[in-house]
């Protein structure tokens, strides 16, 4: 499958820089924020690209109201950070083409991709194909994919999940300790599997701060993605500051 305008995107801004900043926004908690101060501040810090998605509380017409407002306030891509059928909608610009490639249920690992095939391809969607990973206690996200989540300490078999997702022929690999996670991904996680693929590394949950996502982008993270810090900080100036200095301390390339 040939790269799409947003792949390439995504692309061009990890070559520049090394290590790009996303935002994840959940879509039944986006009522709570003020949506055009939260948006504008997330673009002038330099963020990259907005996700949308969340594991509960998500249907299609949530998903496209959502979008519609973040595309109101902003340029920047939005990609679907899909949970199941009912996250697809066709005013994103692309979607994470995900497996979760250590659940215990078929269906998040190929069903709901044979399901939603066809509706991306009406929608004329961009796919971009990622290997998804639950690893530590992985929140509600495991109870929901039905995951195994994978224990921390077991470093050689996350790095053999991402091997796999590389050979399978994805394109991208996502380490997801899960959104509201005490702790992310340890670095050195991180740098053993950056030594072992040659896929974009996107890491997420319990990313709180820059020096987090600074250590994370120094052993290897190409993508470090931010979800929980917008919900739980309501100092929109306090949060400009935090989401700039990310930007900053995760640009690993001068």
Same mark, same amino acid.
């Given at each position: 499958m040939i790269k799409g305008k947003i792949e390439s995107y995504l692309e061009a801004r990890i070559n520049e820089n090394g290590c790009i900043h996303v935002v994840l926004i959940d879509p039944e908690k986006f009522h709570k924020f003020n949506a055009r101060k939260l948006i504008e501040i997330i673009e002038r810090a330099g963020t990259s690209a907005i996700l949308v998605g969340g594991s509960t509380g998500v249907t299609e017409s949530l998903m496209f109201h959502t979008i519609e407002i973040i595309k109101e306030y902003c340029k920047l891509p939005v990609i679907i950070f899909p949970s199941g059928? *009912?996250?697809?909608?066709? *005013?994103a610009d692309a979607i994470f083409y995900m497996s979760l490639l250590n659940s215990q249920n078929p269906y998040y690992l190929i069903e709901?991709?044979?399901?939603?095939?066809?509706?991306?391809?009406?929608y004329k969607l961009e796919a971009i194909p990622v290997g998804y990973l639950i690893i530590g206690e992985g929140e509600a996200?495991?109870?929901?994919g039905w995951a195994r989540p994978i224990p921390i300490k077991h470093h050689n078999i996350i790095a053999a999940y991402a091997m796999a997702a590389e050979m399978l022929g994805m394109r991208m690999v996502y380490l997801e300790a899960g959104s509201g996670s005490k702790t992310s991904i340890p670095p050195e996680t991180v740098e053993l599997v950056r030594r072992n693929v040659n896929i974009h590394l996107i890491v997420g949950g319990g990313i709180r701060d820059a020096e987090t996502a600074g250590k994370l982008a120094k052993a290897g993270a190409e993508i470090v993605v931010t979800g929980s810090l917008i919900e739980e900080i309501n100092d929109y100036d306090e949060l400009y500051k935090i989401l700039r200095k990310i930007n900053e301390n995760i640009r690993v390339k001068s």
């Amino acid at each position: 499958m040939i790269k799409g305008k947003i792949e390439s995107y995504l692309e061009a801004r990890i070559n520049e820089n090394g290590c790009i900043h996303v935002v994840l926004i959940d879509p039944e908690k986006f009522h709570k924020f003020n949506a055009r101060k939260l948006i504008e501040i997330i673009e002038r810090a330099g963020t990259s690209a907005i996700l949308v998605g969340g594991s509960t509380g998500v249907t299609e017409s949530l998903m496209f109201h959502t979008i519609e407002i973040i595309k109101e306030y902003c340029k920047l891509p939005v990609i679907i950070f899909p949970s199941g059928l *009912n996250s697809i909608t066709s *005013n994103a610009d692309a979607i994470f083409y995900m497996s979760l490639l250590n659940s215990q249920n078929p269906y998040y690992l190929i069903e709901a991709q044979m399901l939603a095939a066809p509706i991306i391809k009406r929608y004329k969607l961009e796919a971009i194909p990622v290997g998804y990973l639950i690893i530590g206690e992985g929140e509600a996200v495991s109870y929901v994919g039905w995951a195994r989540p994978i224990p921390i300490k077991h470093h050689n078999i996350i790095a053999a999940y991402a091997m796999a997702a590389e050979m399978l022929g994805m394109r991208m690999v996502y380490l997801e300790a899960g959104s509201g996670s005490k702790t992310s991904i340890p670095p050195e996680t991180v740098e053993l599997v950056r030594r072992n693929v040659n896929i974009h590394l996107i890491v997420g949950g319990g990313i709180r701060d820059a020096e987090t996502a600074g250590k994370l982008a120094k052993a290897g993270a190409e993508i470090v993605v931010t979800g929980s810090l917008i919900e739980e900080i309501n100092d929109y100036d306090e949060l400009y500051k935090i989401l700039r200095k990310i930007n900053e301390n995760i640009r690993v390339k001068s």
